[in-house]
């Protein structure tokens, strides 16, 4: 009965596991004021790299702008993703059959997590 509660527990814990982040900018009075908060429930191994492509693009926005941030190590990621196949946009099904296959790293698959959960997918135009 114990085993069967703590594997009950650790299911649950892995199920509910999630990554979070928050970005503030720094107001005209000095203030911390929020602006990114976000978080993605999934593999924490590919989520972290979510939360970074968020906040960046939350913090290149914000400085765009004109707001002034202390993470500033987010203005320098590089937030570009891999095309999908010409005619094609990012979907989840897409995202991760590729991601499953080796074709994309954790980060990479991350990244278009994000893409897609902010509704950045687009379709490729190839030429």
């Not at 999630?18 to 970005?23: A, D, E, I, Q």
């Amino acid at each position: 009965m114990y085993l069967a509660r703590s594997l009950w527990f650790f299911s649950v814990l892995f199920v509910t596991a999630c990554t979070t982040g928050k970005l503030s900018y720094i107001d005209e009075n000095g203030n911390e004021t929020l602006a990114c908060d976000v978080e993605f429930v999934g593999l924490p191994s590919v989520d972290k790299y979510a939360v970074e492509y968020a906040l960046s693009l939350c913090a290149k926005a914000l400085v765009k702008k004109g707001r002034s941030i202390r993470e500033t190590h987010l203005l320098d990621i590089d937030t570009s993703i891999p095309a999908p196949p010409c005619g094609e946009t990012w979907t989840h099904q897409k995202a991760k059959k590729e991601y499953k296959t080796g074709e994309l790293s954790n980060k990479e698959y991350g990244y278009l997590v994000a893409h897609i959960d902010l509704g950045l997918a687009v379709v490729n135009r190839c030429n």
